[in-house]
């Protein structure tokens, strides 16, 4: 007995996969366990890096990952949100927004798994204990997700049209 999974129920995980990305900037993005612990979310990451700024050169693009990830969060959700509004769409514009989800999905895997290689993290890790906070560990999973739900709805879209 096969069973169908609906294209329209791989969109709501995908959409819940996407709220994780985009609450991600509003959680920790380094910790620091050194007794206090001090956490630093995704919006405080750029005074984090001037604090710092004496031990070493820590202001790169590192410290925009979390806004990178929700500015690609937002855009993921409005297509989804598109895509859900409207399900009898053009049959390009079908195609073309799991897609589009799809390629995102993968950069926000990209850029949080970058994020967790910052020489910041690396260089702070023994002397304060620094770690990946939970959002970018929230990021990647819901990229996972969402990555996973329009790989399904690329493929069905696919199937539809050899069909």
Not at 77 to 96: D, G, H, N, R, T
Request: aromatic share 10%.
């Amino acid at each position: 007995m096969e069973t169908k999974i609906d294209s329209r129920f791989m969109g709501i995980i995908a959409l819940l996969g996407i709220m994780l990305i985009v609450a991600s900037l509003f959680m920790s993005w380094v910790a620091f366990d050194s007794g206090a612990g001090f956490s630093s979310n995704g919006t405080q990451l750029s005074k984090l890096a001037d604090q710092f700024s004496l031990v070493g050169d820590y202001d790169d693009w590192h410290t925009n990952a979390a806004y990178i990830v929700f500015a690609l969060g937002i855009i993921m959700l409005i297509l989804e949100i598109i895509s859900m509004i409207v399900p009898e769409a053009s049959k390009k514009i079908q195609a073309a927004m799991p897609s589009i989800n799809l390629i995102f999905g993968i950069i926000i895997i990209i850029v949080a798994g970058m994020f967790c290689g910052w020489d910041f993290i690396d260089d702070m890790s023994d002397s304060l204990k620094t770690q990946v906070g939970a959002g970018v560990w929230c990021a990647i999973v819901g990229a996972i997700i969402c990555v996973i739900c329009n790989l399904g709805q690329v493929i069905a879209t696919v199937k539809k049209k050899e069909a």
